[in-house]
């Protein structure tokens, strides 16, 4: 008789308290199965699921970046590429792995710009490689490098959901004129995209450089952040869209939304309109913005669902 198969291996992204959990995948279940099958060696889930994923260039750099960041994902993608030297899918994935490895150290930078340019040459069509570009860049180069590896990737995609999250957070760095670049992308986007609510984000990242600098008080209700005139305008554009347009599928990345908008509300005292969204949220925490006060995360979004649910 033949032996039953063994059991599947446990996530490496283990479950928190509350029923939350802190896991990029999301909401994505097909990407968590492939990722955590990529954590043990067995690279055809990943493969398959990023043939599945199409034209979808948002949900593909979503899906590409989260299985970089597996562990071991570096060396399976190697494998794969080695296995099909002609796969773009392959190319890419290992371009973003060994990108985040750089980011975090472990590999110097120049591999991972050979293994882009790479990717580049493989696909050179994809804002993938060029994600994991501005990925590397945002850890270990300047704003202008920043800038060439996102105008890039926006040549590719315009409208590139997490590219344009992390030029919000590089130039929020710089000073205000992120206000201006949020705001530029939101009015030329069109109306369903979710760009709309980049000047939240850059809000949101601008109280995380002042509160770094001391130039506020870290936590944002005690700071006032969210009660200016000007930045309740920026939360009530963002809301009035979400309730237009938020029942659409604008790919896993919308809860990256979704968590900066009900800390937005959350901290400007719209208590109602807070548990709403974090209804809408369920158990899908991202650490922005809920980390920019120094505090953990998952800890900072219980109590802010805590309190806004009992406020109503």
Not at 95 to 114: F, H, I, Q, V, Y
Not at 184 to 193: G, I, L, N, Q, Y
Not at 273 to 288: H, N
């Amino acid at each position: 008789m033949t032996p039953p198969p063994p059991p599947p291996p446990p996530s490496p992204f283990r479950r928190l308290g509350h029923g939350r959990r802190i896991d990029p995948a999301l909401d994505d279940e097909a990407l968590r199965t492939a990722r955590d099958a990529l954590a043990q060696g067995h690279w055809t889930e990943a493969r398959g699921l990023l043939l599945a994923t199409g034209e979808d260039r948002d949900r593909r750099g979503h899906r590409c970046t989260v299985l970089a960041a597996a562990p071991a994902a570096e060396s399976w993608a190697r494998e794969w590429r080695l296995t099909e030297p002609d796969s773009a899918d392959a190319a890419v994935l290992l371009a973003c792995a060994t990108a985040l490895r750089a980011a975090r150290g472990k590999r110097p930078p120049d591999a991972a710009r050979e293994a882009v340019a790479t990717a580049v040459r493989a696909a050179p069509a994809d804002p993938t490689p060029w994600l994991a570009l501005l990925l590397l860049f945002r850890a270990t180069a300047s704003p202008d490098d920043c800038r060439y590896a996102f105008e890039e990737l926006r040549a590719r995609h315009p409208e590139h959901h997490h590219a344009h999250h992390l030029m919000a957070a590089v130039l929020a760095e710089k000073g205000p004129d992120v206000y201006e670049f949020a705001a530029s992308a939101a009015e030329s986007a069109p109306a369903d995209s979710p760009l709309a609510l980049l000047p939240v984000v850059a809000h949101a990242e601008r109280h995380r450089v002042l509160a770094a600098a001391r130039e506020t008080a870290p936590d944002p209700t005690a700071s006032g952040h969210w009660r200016d005139r000007q930045a309740q305008l920026y939360v009530r554009a963002a809301f009035n869209w979400w309730l237009e347009w938020g029942a659409e599928d604008h790919g896993p990345r919308r809860l990256h939304d979704l968590n900066f908008l009900a800390h937005a509300k959350f901290h400007e005292g719209r208590m109602a309109e807070a548990a709403a969204l974090f209804q809408r949220i369920g158990p899908y925490v991202t650490p922005e913005p809920w980390s920019y006060a120094g505090d953990d995360p998952r800890k900072a979004f219980r109590a802010a669902h805590r309190t806004s649910l009992g406020a109503v």
